[in-house]
C-alpha cells in the first residue's frame, strides 16, 4: 500500500514567487491536512481539506492557500514568498478525518532566497 | 485550548539503556494522543496512539507508552535503546476544531543514543 506522496521533495524559490506544493495520500483517504514545520515556532497546522472543501483553517495569512481535486490529491500554494516561509511542509492523510490518527509524508523543504 | 509540553530539549542515553521521553498535555475532553518519531530531512513516522483501554500502548520499533490521566502524562519509553533510535521526538494531541481535527505537537525532544 502506497503512503503518502509528497512533490517535489526541494524546491528553492525567491522572495516575491509563488510555489505550489502537492500532496497525494494514501488509497481511500479522503482526508488531507497540511503543517509547517520550522525551528522557531515547530510543526504548526496550516489547513485540512476534505471531499474538495477546507474545512478547517490554521492562523496563516491569506497567501497560504490550497485545494483539493475529486482523487483527493491536494496542492498547497503560497504567494509573494517571502524569506520566513522558509520550512519544511508536511502533508497528512487521513481515514477518518483524524480520529484516530494520520499519516504523514516526507515532506518538501522549502527555501526562500 | 489542547496543549502539549514536551519538557526535555533533549535525552542522552546509552545504548542498551532504558529510554523515556516526557510528554504532559492539556485538553478538554478525553485526549487522543499520539507519539511520532522524525529522522533528518524526513517526515513523522507514527510510533503508537493512545484513544482509550489499557493505559500502557504498544507501537512500532518496540517502544510504549504509559497514559497517566491524573498526572496528564502520556511519557514515552523503550526498555533498550538502541543506537538507531537516535532521533527527534513528538508528542501530539488531537484538537477538536469546528469542522473536523487537527494534531497539536509538542515542540519535541532530540533523543541521542550513545553507543
Known amino acids: 500500500k502506497a503512503g503518502v506522496t509528497q512533490t517535489p521533495r526541494y524546491l528553492i524559490k525567491t522572495r516575491g514567487q509563488q510555489v505550489t506544493l502537492s500532496c497525494s495520500p494514501i488509497s481511500g483517504h479522503r482526508s488531507v491536512s497540511w503543517y509547517q514545520q520550522t525551528p522557531g515556532q515547530g510543526l504548526q497546522f496550516l489547513f485540512e481539506y476534505f471531499s474538495e472543501t477546507q474545512r478547517n483553517k490554521g492562523n496563516f495569512p491569506g497567501r497560504f492557500s490550497g485545494r483539493q481535486f475529486s482523487n483527493s490529491r491536494s496542492e498547497m500554494n503560497v504567494s509573494t514568498l517571502e524569506l520566513g516561509d522558509s520550512a519544511l511542509y508536511l502533508c497528512a492523510s487521513s481515514l477518518d478525518r483524524g480520529n484516530y490518527g494520520y499519516t504523514f509524508g516526507s515532506g518538501t523543504r522549502l527555501t526562500v532566497v | 485550548a489542547q496543549s502539549v509540553a514536551q519538557p526535555e530539549d533533549q535525552v542522552n542515553v546509552a545504548e542498551g539503556n532504558p529510554l523515556t521521553v516526557k510528554c504532559t498535555y492539556s485538553v478538554s475532553g478525553n485526549p487522543y494522543l499520539f507519539w511520532y518519531v522524525q529522522y533528518p530531512n524526513r517526515g513523522l513516522q507514527f510510533l503508537l496512539k493512545?484513544?482509550?483501554?489499557?493505559?500502557l500502548v504498544k507501537g512500532s520499533y518496540g517502544f510504549e507508552a504509559e497514559f497517566n490521566k491524573s498526572q496528564t502524562s502520556f511519557h514515552l519509553k523503550k526498555p533498550s535503546a538502541l543506537v538507531s533510535d537516535s532521533a527527534l521526538y513528538f508528542c501530539?494531541?488531537?484538537?477538536?476544531?469546528?469542522?473536523?481535527?487537527?494534531?497539536?505537537f509538542g515542540a519535541g525532544t532530540i533523543l541521542r543514543v550513545k553507543s
Open positions: 493512545y484513544i482509550t483501554g489499557d493505559n
Open positions: 501530539a494531541v488531537r484538537a477538536k476544531m469546528e469542522y473536523g481535527n487537527k494534531l497539536v
